[in-house]
């Protein structure tokens, strides 16, 4: 599902020629790819919660929700700085691939975002065979 949506994501520029339906088709495909990944996620969740409970120790949100509000900041701003930086990064990521694909076509390539979205939708589609490290503890 992964790799589909991916691959679709990045040819819809020679799928659909109005920005804003795009934009929606856009919204759609992700949400589609996010509930299909849910179930991977709920199945690895619990587990984690568990072993943190049996260890005795309180898990990260307990320990999270007992800070005060001001060590709550601190704690929560590194991490909105690297959300910070990595929607830039996407951002400029996103406008090279569609810029590169509109140079496709301003060069007479037939279908000139869909070619490379096909290889970004089997790169993705990849890394779901890659197996997570083993756990070390």
Known sequence: MTGAATALHYSLPDL???RRTRGWVKVGTTAVAVAASLPEVRRT???GQRQQAADGAPS???AFR???AARKAVALAPLV???GVT??????VERWIFRRGQARAAAGKRLPHTGPALAYGA???AMWFIEPPADRR
Request: no cysteine.
């Open 87 to 92: 929607a830039g990064w996407l951002a400029v």
């Open 66 to 68: 007992a800070l005060p």
């Open 45 to 47: 969740w619990p587990g």
């Open 123 to 125: 790169v993705a589609g």
């Open 81 to 83: 700085a690297v959300a």
């Open 60 to 62: 990260l949100a307990q």
């Open 16 to 18: 659909v020629a109005d």
